[in-house]
């Protein structure tokens, strides 16, 4: 499967953006998708993630309250609203997939995306 994440940008803090990530190739609906990013000279650290049908979602302590992920399988793309954003946000964001959770939640999912950047201003 190959992904293409979008939405990316510069926001002053307390706004909001939505990342998009578009999957294209095998059978999207089979598989968990997950929101991670990196921020300058720190480890890819895990975001969210959200299974095949959507009715279970993991977040991060530090996004929790903030950030929602959601998809479309009709439309083969999961999303990543964001909303009171921090400083302590600014990162790379990249999707990923996997067929199974264990693997996208503990951050090792078999298929990544490009990153798109997100910068919030203080």
């Known amino acids: 499967v190959q992904l293409q994440a979008s939405g990316g940008g510069l926001v002053q803090a307390g706004g909001s953006l939505r990342l998009s990530c578009a999957a294209s190739?095998?059978?999207?609906?089979?598989?968990?998708m997950g929101w991670f990013r990196q921020a300058p000279g720190k480890e890819r650290e895990f975001v969210a993630s959200?299974?095949?049908?959507?009715?279970?979602?993991h977040y991060a302590d530090s996004v929790k309250g903030r950030f929602t992920i959601s998809r479309d399988n009709a439309k083969n793309t999961v999303y990543l609203q964001m909303n009171s954003l921090k400083p302590e946000d600014t990162a790379v964001y990249y999707c990923?997939?996997?067929?199974?959770?264990?693997?996208?939640?503990?951050?090792?999912?078999?298929?990544w995306g490009q990153g798109t950047q997100v910068t919030v201003s203080s």
């Open positions: 190739g095998r059978t999207f609906s089979s598989y968990v």
């Open positions: 959200m299974n095949w049908s959507g009715s279970m979602t």
């Open positions: 990923a997939a996997d067929v199974r959770l264990v693997t996208v939640v503990t951050g090792t999912p078999e298929y």
